[in-house]
Every structure is written in C-alpha cells, then in structure tokens.
C-alpha cells in the first residue's frame, strides 16, 4: 500500500490493482502508523510476471513494491512499445505526467515527444517530512540528467534548490541549469546559496552587461550555469544562460529586422557617444546624433536604463568574424530616435524669412565661421567673413561659445537645410528695416523700381549711418558698406567721429564686394574718378583737327614751325 498526501492537504491510500483508492478518515497520527506498520511487514517473493493494466475506471495503479527497477520499465516497453528518446538530452528542462507508481521509482510521460517516458526517484517527490507529494496524473517539472541504455531519468533537485556537489558536477558536465538564490555581495561577485551548498558568480557572469549595483540581486532567486565545481568551491555563471537566451531570440528577432524599418526597444546602455537599445536579442545603438534634433549635452539627459523607446533602422552591417579589426567583427545596427521626430527646420521656415533680424546663441565655433542657434534644433552659419568688419584669423576672436548677438538671415537653402547668416550690432537690428512692407491704405499705390545692385567703380552717395574708430559705415541706394579710415582721404590716427556725424552724406565709390556680399567704399577712389570723368569729359569737348580746315594744328606742328 502506498500513502500519497497531496498538496492540499487531503491523504489517500492506494490498493492493489484495479481497485479505487480508498478514503483517508484516520488521524494523520494514525496514518503514520500505518505507514511504519506497512513498511515492517516482509516483502512478498518478487513475481516474474508483468502487472496487469488497471482498468480505465481506476484512478490510481500499485507496482508491488519487491518487483525491481528493471522489471518495471521492461513491463511499460513491452505495453507501449520501445520509448522514443528522440529531442530529449541531459540538461533540458521536460514538463511531464505520472503514469505509475513504484516501489522507489516513479514512471513520467514526458511531453512534446511521442512514446517518450522517464523515470524520476521518488524521494524527489517527498516533501521535507518525507510524504509523497505527487501521485498518478500529477504534472511535474524536471531536468534530464541521464539519457541511456536503461532509460530516460529525471530529476527535480536542482529545481527544488536542493543539491549536493555531486549533482552539482553533473549539473556542470551536462550544462544543466540550476536554481539559487542571492545572498550577498563579495568582492568581485555575489554569494549565492544553493540548498546548503555556497556557490560564487563573478560580477562580469552576473548578467549580460557590467553590474554597476550588484546588491539589487539580493534575495532574488535566479538561473545559473555550473561552470566550475572543485572541491567545495562551485563557480557559477548566469551570463551564459542569457547569452543562449538572447541566441534563440535573437535569431526570430532577426527574421523582422529590415533597414528603415520603425521598432521598438528597450535602454540596455546609456554612454557618452550614444545609446544601446535591446531589440528583442539584438542589440543596436543610436549615436549621440540621431537622438534629437535639439542639442544634446549628454545622451543620459535624453533617455535612461530601462526606457522604452521608438527608433528606425538606420543602417545594418553584418559581423565579420575573420577581420583584424575587432569593431567589425560584431555585426552593428544604427538606429535613429530622431527620425521619428518633428523636423524643426520646417517649422522655422513659416517662422523665419530672409531679411529677418534675428538674436541667437553662438553653439559651435569651427575655422571657416560660428554656428548660431535660432530655434531649438535650427542653426544658422555665419561665415568668418561676416563676423566682423575687419579681417579676423578665427571666429574666437570675435564671439566665444554661449555668447548671445544679433545676426540678419541672408540666405535660406531649403534643400541643403542651411540658414546662411551675417553678425549685425544691436543698433542695426532695432533701426526699421530699410524696405518695409507697404501699408493697406498705400496698397494701391505703385511700385516703387527697386534700386540697382551695386557695382565695382560705381560713385555712390551715401549717408553716415554708424561711426566706429576703424571706419565709417554709409548706406545708399541698393546697399550699405564700410568706408575704412585708411580710404577717408584723412591723415592717420584722425578721430573719425570729429570729422564725421550721423546723418551726413558722403561721396564714396565702390572699391570691391565680396562673396558674402560686403561693400568696401572709398572717399579717395571717388575723387579720383570724379577728376577722371572731368579730363574724359574735357577730351569730348575738343574737335579733332580735320585736313582741309585751318587751326592751330597740333603742338608737334607749332613746335616745328616755332623753330624756323
């Protein structure tokens, strides 16, 4: 007779077989002594013959308990034919169904594998205080630890967190994985305790990535790989666990990932060049640029460990495992987070119009000009040349990172996505823009023509319109330009604001316009143009001395008639 005492508490005893397990109404006192009086009682002569199948009514089937090991399993081959052990291997974790009940051995049919029955001891399915808790019908869990000649065999230890370092070294061999829990954290690694036995795992075998904080594992039961057993020291590895994890899930993962496709994933990593996103066993990283398309200080300032973040597949490369260059070994996924983002640019461009006089801030400084923020995410380049009226080696010289100023939109590339700007003092910015828009009662009025653009030798007037110790600014008809002091026509060192006053007009030529569209005008140069232009017009006014007409002739002639 066999006592089963389920987990819920109710006790059964089970007789022999095709009879109906029969109703415990004992005390539990009394059950135990039951139990003790069954197990003195002498074994009967072991029979040759192999136990009858119980009828579909019985519930429960009793092996007699003196037939051995080998008669059993030799008894259910010959019932249901050969087992077939095909998939199944020492370390795989099976979900199976108690069949039969032995003396010290119970029968499991395991699933997913057709006719494939084991074995499992059944002090593995006793509790503390020794009752059997499972009995025919009950499901249980358990690993391979044998794959034989013999048969199939189970074994729930490692799951119930109980071990010894014997099955500890089989757990090792056959890279099963066992369960313990945290206890605390050692130099290098955690403790772990399985059953009674000690283990140790490495900081860098803790988990996929470095483990800043160690101790969050405490008290968390986890998966681990044996990867060292040597005496009483057991070594253990959760990292390989994952690793073979995110291998199978990698490669279903994989069979979805396309370049510009849109996916979502999780922050494993957060560095100073970018951030890694876990895509579902594949991981990607998203550079420091494709986050926003506002400036970022730090990728931290924009997502953090554990984030779930929408991003498109920028770019794939394959691993290249034979190449010396250890970067491309790894195969690289690019992701972009800003992609998926409102672009700012066109949105500027119904708020920004060239001519504009706008303040920005200095956010970059390269050798060919400064780089200066408009909106969040628009930048705007103002060349070297037009950061200053006289000619500087580097924009540090003139304006520094941070730093506030005034610049006029120039030119807006809507393909290129560039905002070419020039510097302007604060003074220009807030005089009313030279051309304004005509108000709605002059709406009707005419078009005014618009001024011709400048040329090079052109004389313009021009009027004073700011005053600095390097030169004097005019604006004309059609532009406005920088008259130096070298080029006023006055001795050197002449404080230009005592010869010179806001407002006064001053006759100027063009001496040169550059690319960014500067004027550089000159006093000097449109004096002598005005004396050029009175000997030209002086030239016009002499008649030339025709052949049948009487005068002077030409001072060759007098000279010669002279010496006569």
Not at 546 to 558: E, N, P, Q, S, V
């Amino acid at each position: 007779m066999v006592v089963v005492k389920r987990a819920s508490g109710a006790i059964e005893t089970r007789g022999p077989v095709g009879e109906a397990p029969a109703e415990a109404t004992a005390t539990a006192e009394a059950t135990t002594a039951a139990a003790e009086s069954s197990a003195a009682t002498p074994a009967p002569t072991p029979r040759p013959v192999t136990p009858t199948p119980a009828p579909t009514s019985a519930l429960y089937e009793e092996v007699p308990e003196a037939q051995s090991f080998a008669e059993m399993f030799e008894a259910q081959a010959k019932e249901g034919g050969t087992p077939s052990r095909k998939g199944l291997r020492v370390g795989e974790k099976v979900r199976g169904t108690i069949f039969q009940l032995g003396a010290d051995t119970a029968f499991v049919s395991v699933e997913g594998a057709a006719k494939s029955e084991a074995m499992i001891e059944l002090r593995e399915l006793k509790d503390d205080e020794g009752i059997l808790r499972f009995g025919v019908g009950d499901t249980i869990d358990a690993h391979v630890v044998e794959v034989g000649a013999k048969g199939i065999l189970l074994s729930r230890a490692l799951a119930k967190g109980s071990a010894n370092l014997a099955l500890l070294a089989e757990a090792r061999a056959s890279g099963m994985p066992v369960e313990g829990m945290v206890l605390s954290v050692n130099k290098g690694g955690v403790e772990v305790a399985i059953g009674d036995i000690r283990a140790f795992c490495p900081i860098s075998q803790l988990d996929l990535r470095y483990v800043e904080k160690p101790d969050q594992f405490i008290g968390e039961k986890l998966q681990f790989r044996v990867s060292e057993v040597r005496e009483r020291n057991v070594v253990l590895s959760r990292r390989s666990l994952l690793e073979d994890e995110q291998r199978q899930l990698a490669a279903e993962t994989r069979k979805n990932l396309a370049q510009g496709k849109i996916v979502k994933g999780k922050v494993t990593g957060v560095r100073d060049f970018g951030v890694f996103v876990d895509l579902g066993g594949v991981e990607g990283m998203i550079p420091v640029s494709e986050l926003s398309y506002t400036r970022v200080g730090h990728p931290s300032d924009v997502v953090k460990v554990g984030d779930d973040v929408e991003v498109e597949i920028l770019r794939m490369e394959a691993g290249q495992p034979n190449s010396p260059d250890k970067s491309k070994q790894k195969e690289r996924i690019t992701l972009s987070m800003r992609s998926r983002q409102e672009d700012p640019f066109q949105k500027a461009l119904s708020e920004i119009k060239e001519g504009d006089r706008l303040q920005g801030k200095v956010v970059r400084l390269q050798q060919f000009g400064a780089f200066v923020e408009l909106r969040p995410g628009v930048d705007g380049l103002v060349h070297i040349s037009a950061l200053s009226d006289r000619r500087i080696a580097h924009p540090r010289d003139v304006v520094k990172e941070g730093e506030i100023i005034w610049v006029s939109v120039e030119k807006i590339d809507t393909q290129e996505k560039r905002i070419g700007l020039r510097r302007i003092s604060e003074e220009e910015a807030q005089r009313p823009p030279e051309e304004r828009t005509a108000p709605a009662a002059e709406a009707a009025a005419p078009a005014q023509p618009a001024a011709p653009r400048p040329k090079v030798g052109q004389v313009v007037m021009g009027k004073v319109d700011r005053i600095e110790p390097y030169g004097v600014f005019l604006a004309f008809p059609g532009g406005k330009g920088l008259l130096p002091a070298s080029e006023t026509g006055t001795e050197r060192g002449t404080d230009l604001r005592k010869h010179y006053s806001l407002g006064q007009e001053v006759k100027v030529a063009i001496l040169d316009i550059d690319a960014s569209g500067k004027i550089r005008l000159s006093v000097t140069a449109a004096i002598r143009a005005e004396e050029r232009a009175e000997v030209e017009a002086w030239q016009k006014t002499q008649q030339p001395q025709g052949a049948g007409k009487k005068g002077f002739g030409t001072f060759a002639d007098l000279l010669s008639k002279a010496r006569k």
